[in-house]
T-cell receptor, first 114, second 112 residues
Framework: GENVEQHPSTLSVQEGDSAVIKCTYSDSASNYFPWYKQELGKGPQLIID?????GEKKDQRIAVTLNKTAKHFSLHITETQPEDSAVYFCAARLFSSNTGKLIFGQGTTLQVKP | EAGVTQFPSHSVIEKGQTVTLRCDPISGHDNLYWYRRVMGKEIKFLLH????????ESGMPNNRFLAERTGGTYSTLKVQPAELEDSGVYFCASSFINEKLFFGSGTQLSVL
């Protein structure tokens, strides 16, 4: 069945360093890959997304890369700041799906140490 | 602009009781979704409404769960009777198209 694996489960970096979170999806028909950030007491917030016809997308300090052949996609955060500390979720959606059904990864808890 | 609103934020009930969760989507969003996160695991899809119609309910665990969306506006998710394994955080989300979902803060449900 559809599956998204996310690694690592926890990540601790020093302020100013870069952080990378990786996801692998199982269904090659997936065509949309969003990343969500969840802060304590809040719901997941969309921070960046990418479609399968694009290999890379950037938005200020965050970027997402997609390797369709390997079925991998990654989130890159540069110049990390303490406010980047949160749980990050990757997700994938099937091309054939006419619904909003997203398959989520297990989440990565990012801690940025001042 | 108001975001997706969910209430209650927390609910503690005993096994066998009934609980109803409510979600108010962003105004103008025809698409409304329910997701659930059980402790430490991934966020799982429950169902998707387009206006008042159920587009996809493939993620609903069993017939103890009933979702409705009256008039294509707010939605309710009822669990009756609740079981211990139903504990978790229930998220509602809405969107204009089938991408860029906006999530609410969730309802933390504890079944004792």
């Amino acid at each position: 069945g559809e599956n998204v694996e996310q690694h690592p489960s926890t990540l601790s970096v020093q302020e100013g360093d870069s952080a990378v979170i990786k996801c692998t999806y199982s269904d090659s028909a997936s065509n949309y890959f969003p990343w969500y950030k969840q802060e304590l007491g809040k719901g997941p917030q969309l921070i960046i997304d990418i479609r399968s016809n694009v290999g890379e997308k950037k938005d200020q300090r965050i970027a997402v890369t997609l390797n369709k052949t390997a079925k991998h996609f990654s989130l890159h955060i540069t110049e990390t700041q303490p406010e980047d500390s949160a749980v990050y979720f990757c997700a994938a959606r099937l091309f054939s799906s006419n619904t909003g059904k997203l398959i989520f990864g297990q989440g990565t808890t990012l801690q940025v140490k001042p | 602009e108001a975001g997706v609103t969910q209430f209650p934020s927390h609910s503690v009930i005993e096994k066998g009781q009934t609980v109803t969760l409510r979600c108010d989507p962003i105004s103008g969003h025809d698409n409304l979704y329910w997701y659930r996160r059980v402790m430490g695991k991934e966020i799982k899809f429950l169902l998707h409404f387009v206006k008042e119609s159920k587009q996809d309910e493939s993620g609903m665990p069993n017939n103890r769960f009933l979702a409705e969306r009256t008039g294509g506006t707010y939605s309710t998710l009822k669990v009756q009777p609740a079981e211990l394994e139903d504990s978790g955080v229930y998220f509602c989300a809405s969107s204009f198209i089938n991408e860029k979902l906006f999530f609410g803060s969730g309802t933390q449900l504890s079944v004792l």
